[in-house]
């Protein structure tokens, strides 16, 4: 084997994968995509020699599949060098690497379908096209099963006699070649292999949803009862019921998973303990409140719904009903929900994505769609998580709530949007959502209830995940989640008000005879709209990070790189006069701007912009009139009367200021000052004379010439977060 071109370079670790996911979550071609490149008439297909690749051929597929044009160069090498390893050479031929290596590994990695990705490894190897492989073609792909499953922290010692117990399985007539039909049922009947390959969330109930994971203290495997053995991550675990086992133990016939409905309506309203055995040690035991101890093997059961521990006599004696515990209020219990025989409704759409009927994923595997019956004085919670929002916390609290609550509760919006969540819930009277995501993800939502003509419009939480958040500050749930207890934020969820708030629809009218500019975002303000500086650097960050994701992990990353934009935008003052390129129009009083040096207007609904800058600025309580919306005029410019307007997302009013310049933004985000207070209106329509840019909620566009109108929209119904309790000693009470 060659060496390689930087002599320092070493093995690939577990670093340079997570750096590697990292761009692989922002990239949008697939693997296949990429692959035609290297056909005879591809744009790369002189970088192809026969079934292998060269080190430049293997660069520009990097840069062709992950869209990024700087891949650090020492991870380019240590990836090459790791597919050298995959399979040993000629010397000669020990500096390419094989295609068809490098696309398994990569597919492997990717979102999908694991069916899909059984399907497309075996024709990546089936050369010939025949639809059979040899033994030796077989063993190349679990190698990259292999090689995958290392850098995602498996214990490789587990997977290996697993795949190679199925290869014996598949291969029953010992022909020593495997069908394409063989290859893929033998795959999707291997659990721990269906892990690897990303096992989406079934709608069969009694099914596992299994994940690999590490423990840091004994556990005991469901099947054979004996530990799990390794130093990285030691076998599955259910993340809805946390049975859990060995990765050889899975495909064992083990206890079902706890099931999410009864069988019939006569069913619904008897609620029952689902006790799961096992790792229960030094815990307290709900019935004699007595230590649960360890006897070297599975201790105690827990409640799948009340998640109480009994030690396993106290579970058997004097069963009594559960109760949902402390999370009562949310849970939708198994005999809360129900099937029912009923034609499919075509009219039930609600404009969110994908063409399939929404009831499809709420339907049993007989064709009957699943009803509910919610517990009494409870408010069932409809819960909606964007996995890709915060690097990987979205995935962490989907994990955490499909165990808190009933799995059925709790949508990933990935598989087909909010549309099916909205279905499920939509003829109940008195259910909560929670939003887990951006303020964008909280907008996706709020359109949908708009479009789905639901009987009640149910108040919306947030848990706020990446950055910015805006509308989760001004609603008290916070700046970020920072992987604070989630029964805690439940029970706050709980304890929540309702609030009204604000939406206004926004109308772009290109002026004739103009170029056509980028896409307007969104049709709709929740949080804000800004014309000029503070654009100019969404504007700049935006087209950064869409060029280098991998540079924008990280709140304080967020931040440095904004901060550099605002520092530039400074000096080159790309805003400057303002005034003299636009009019603003508030209820049809014009604003003078003429007296002022502008950079920059922003219209705002909600007091919080940039992460929790307050543009208005506070109002002191004793300088409001506390005149209702009602009595408040439609435009107030006078500024002694502005001085002492306070915001309310509720009012029917939108506030507008005006900005000097980048350097102002700071003293603002650092809570110096505020903004320059021009007006308050019920509507605003403003004329653009040259081309600006401009945002809606934190997204940015540069727009040509045009005329702008917002109205309002609506109101939608939000929940307030309880006020935070001060623990400081001269505020007790």
């Not at 706020?464 to 969820?493: M, Q, V």
């Not at 967020?558 to 390129?581: D, G, P, R, V």
Request: include cysteine.
């Amino acid at each position: 084997m060659s060496t390689p071109t930087n002599p320092e370079v070493k093995e690939l670790n577990p670093v340079d994968f997570i750096q590697l996911q990292q761009y692989i979550e922002y990239c949008s071609l697939k693997v296949k995509d990429v692959l035609r490149e290297f056909d005879a008439d591809g744009r790369l297909a002189r970088h192809r020699h026969g079934e292998c690749i060269n080190e430049e051929g293997f660069r520009l597929f990097l840069k062709t599949y992950l869209g990024v044009e700087d891949f650090p160069v020492d991870l380019c090498q240590r990836l090459f060098r790791s597919f050298q390893n995959s399979e040993p050479t000629q010397e000669d031929s020990a500096k390419e690497v094989f295609l068809k290596d490098v696309s398994c590994y990569f597919s492997l990695l990717e979102d999908g379908q694991p069916r899909d990705k059984l399907e497309f490894a075996f024709k990546l190897y089936d050369r010939d096209g025949n639809g059979v492989l040899d033994s030796s073609e077989v063993d190349r792909i679990i190698a990259q099963m292999m090689h995958a499953a290392e850098y995602l922290g498996w214990d490789v010692s587990e997977l290996r006699p697993v795949l190679k117990d199925m290869m014996t399985a598949i291969d029953a007539d010992s022909s020593g070649t495997v069908s394409l039909e063989e290859w893929v049922e033998g795959g999707m009947n291997n659990v721990p292999l269906l892990v690897l390959l990303g096992l989406k969330m079934t709608q069969k109930d009694g099914q596992h949803l299994w994940r690999m994971k590490h423990f840091n203290k004994p556990v005991y495997c469901n099947v054979c009862q004996s530990m799990l053995l390794g130093l990285r991550k030691q076998g599955l675990c259910c993340t809805c019921c946390k049975y859990t086992v060995h990765g050889r133990c899975a495909n064992r016939n083990p206890g079902p998973c706890t099931r999410t409905y009864v069988k019939s309506k006569k069913e619904t309203g008897v609620p029952a303990h689902d006790w799961v055995s096992g790792n229960c040690d030094s815990r307290k035991c709900e019935k004699c409140q007595k230590k649960i101890k360890s006897y070297q093997g599975l201790t105690g059961k827990h409640c799948v719904w009340c998640h109480t521990m009994r030690h396993d006599a106290c579970a058997d004696q004097d069963p009594t009903e559960c109760t949902c515990g402390p999370l009562r209020d949310h849970v939708l219990p198994p005999w809360a929900i129900y099937p029912v025989v009923k034609e499919r409704q075509n009219n039930v759409k609600n404009g969110c994505s994908g063409s399939t009927d929404d009831s499809e994923l709420n339907t049993t595997p007989d064709g009957q769609v699943l009803q509910i019956s919610p517990v009494p004085n409870t408010h069932p919670l409809l819960v909606f998580v964007n996995p890709k929002s915060g690097g990987k916390q979205g995935e962490r609290v989907l994990r955490k709530l499909q165990y808190l609550l009933n799995p059925r509760q709790v949508h990933n919006l990935c598989n087909g949007g909010p549309g099916p969540g909205l279905s499920f819930f939509r003829n109940l009277q008195d259910y909560r959502i929670l939003v887990c995501g951006g303020d964008g993800t909280v907008g996706w939502i709020l359109d949908a209830i708009d479009k789905s003509n639901l009987l009640v419009r149910p108040p919306v939480a947030v848990l706020p995940l990446g950055t910015g958040n805006d509308l989760a500050r001004c609603l008290r749930w916070g700046g970020g989640y920072d992987g604070e207890d989630l029964s805690r934020i439940l029970k706050d969820i709980e304890g929540s008000s309702q609030v009204l708030m604000d939406r206004w629809s926004v109308q772009v009218i290109p002026d004739e005879n103009q170029e056509k500019g980028d896409p307007v975002p969104y049709e709709i303000i929740n949080n804000y709209f800004s014309i000029g500086v503070d654009a100019s650097i969404a504007h700049r960050f935006h087209t950064m990070r869409e060029k280098h994701p991998q540079k924008f992990n990280s709140r304080m990353k967020n931040k440095l790189w904004y901060f550099e934009f605002a520092t530039s935008e400074t000096i080159s003052a790309s805003c400057k006069k303002l005034s003299e390129s636009l009019t603003i129009e508030c209820s049809g009083t014009p604003l003078d701007l003429s007296s002022l040096s502008l950079e920059g207007v922003a219209v705002l609904n909600i007091p919080s912009m940039h992460g929790g800058s307050n543009l208005w600025g506070e109002t002191k309580k004793g300088d409001t009139k506390g005149m209702t919306s009602q009595e408040e005029p439609e435009v107030i410019v006078d500024p002694e009367i502005l001085k002492v307007t306070s915001q309310d997302l509720s009012d029917r009013r939108l506030e507008v200021v005006g900005l000097e310049g980048a350097m102002e933004m700071g003293q603002i985000y650092t809570g110096l000052k505020s903004a320059v207070r021009l007006a308050k209106t019920s509507q605003i329509t403003i004329r653009v004379k040259k081309a600006l840019p401009m945002q809606i909620d934190g997204e940015p566009w540069m727009q040509p010439p045009c005329t702008i109108h917002i109205t309002h929209k609506n109101q939608a119904s939000m929940l307030m977060g309880p006020q935070a309790k001060s623990s400081g000693f001269f505020n007790y009470k």
